[in-house]
Structures are given as structure tokens and as C-alpha cells.
């Protein structure tokens, strides 16, 4: 599926250089962070003055920051700017920062906004109700798809073959709770479909759960994901269903404000 996907690409491609530059940029996986010029050199199947100069150029512009120790590579200030750009473009008015701000305040939790980027879940948007700030290091930061509230939300929408390619690339496990087995994943996602949203049984982080939901566009398609997240003992058959009717509500205030984008009211 992947190698189709890229072989669809380079078929409408006019900017060869471009498409190998931006293949560059797409080696930065949450798995991993850190690469050196033979890291994707191997992985792209380019030669490393190639690499090399592609690397320098990005972190001119600061799309990327060379370690002077390890002499290795990983994503920097410009890269992580323009993630925190979509969340003002993809929807006016500021939408997503109100909506996230409001979830925070009712639930007193800790609310993420994600989107599906690279087979991660990217977040553009969060609010700790404990503070009521936003660190930066979150915006734009990604995390796994299958064992987070958001992007097991997203997962459950997505195609078939979208999902096993995600599986292909390997379910890292991060506590004993993480579903690494394809099968449990697989199973989970459809209890998810069935009752609408998901739960992160402390399946990323020891000690946090998280509720979650899918903003989806006009077509259907997953445009995003919201999740609650707190302490697990904060997280009980009692409180559940509330913070499930409020996300519901929030991300429907979202999914009508896709609609009207889309329709042009906005």
C-alpha cells in the first residue's frame, strides 16, 4: 500500500528535487527522532552528499537541528511552526483553541486536538486545565496512533488497508497495557466504531487515561480527533459518560463548523 501510494506520487510529481527533499522530512517518525545522513540515506536509497545537502539547507532554515555531538539530525523550530499553523488555517475564527480551552475548563482534564499525519496522530492543539497554558513542545508533537486516546479515534475510521499499513510498521509497546498484539488492536477498534469513542487504558503512560473522539469532514473522512485525559482514577464507570457527552458536544460544534467552511458560509 505504501509503495503504491509513493509510485501514485512520483506519477504527478513535476519537482523531483522537491518530492525527494520533503521524502527527507518524512524519515522524522516519533520512533524515530534522531537520524543520520546514512540513517536515510539507507532508508531512501539516496546517496549521502545528496542527503547531506538536502540536511543543510533544511536546517538553514531551521527545519532542522544537527546534534554537534552525535552528529545526527532531528526536527526543529520551522518544522513545528507550520504544524501549529494548521489548526488557524483548516478552521477560522479560532475554533479549535476555543473548543479545546472550553473542554479543559468543564471536564478539568487535560485536553488534546490531533490529526493524522505520517501514520502518527500530530497534535495542534492542548490545554492542561491544571495550568491553562499551552506548552509548545506539545504543538506539534507526535505520538502513536494505537495506543492513544486521539489516534485509536482516528484508526477507527480510517480504511482498511490505511489500518494494516499503520500495523505493518509495528505496534511499539509502551506499558503493559499497549495493544501490541494486531489481533487485540483489531478488536478494540471495532468496540470503538460500536459505542463511538475510545478509551487509552493506560496504554501510553502509566497512571493516564484518556477518552476520545473523531471530527470528521463532509465526506466522512477523519478530519481530526479530541481526547480527555487524566489520572485513572479519575476515570471511572461514573465519570465517563459526561466526559463523553461533552467531548460529543465540542467535537460537534467542530464538525458544523467543517461544514460550513466547506460550504463556504464561513
Known sequence: MKEAREKQIESVVKYKSLNKALRVLECFTIENPELGISD?????GLNKSNVFDILATFEAREYVHKDPMSNKYSLYNASLRLAGVI???????????????????????????GILYN?????????????????????????????????KA???VMRKEDVEDVVSLGLARFTENTLADPDK??????????RGYSIDNMEHEYGIKGIGMVV???????????????????FNEESIPEIVR???????????????EQEGVM
Do not use: W
Open 40 to 44: 536515510i540515506s539507507k532508508k531512501l
Open 87 to 113: 489548526n488557524r488555517t483548516r478552521l477560522s475564527k479560532d475554533e479549535v483553541s476555543i473548543m479545546v480551552r472550553d473542554l479543559a475548563r468543564e471536564t478539568n482534564e487535560t485536553v488534546y486536538y
Open 119 to 151: 501514520n502518527h496522530v500530530m497534535y495542534l492543539d492542548y490545554m492542561s486545565a491544571a495550568t491553562g497554558v499551552v506548552p509548545m513542545q506539545f504543538i506539534g508533537a507526535p505520538a502513536p496512533l494505537h495506543c492513544t486516546a486521539t489516534g
Open 154 to 156: 482516528i484508526l477507527s
Open 185 to 194: 488492536l483489531l478488536a478494540d477498534l471495532e468496540k470503538i466504531r460500536q
Open 216 to 234: 470528521k469532514d463532509t465526506t466522512g473522512h477523519p478530519y481530526a480527533a479530541v481526547s480527555v485525559s487524566g489520572p485513572s482514577l479519575r
Open 246 to 260: 461533552l467531548i460529543r458536544r465540542h467535537s460537534g460544534k467542530l464538525s458544523t463548523a467543517i461544514l460550513n
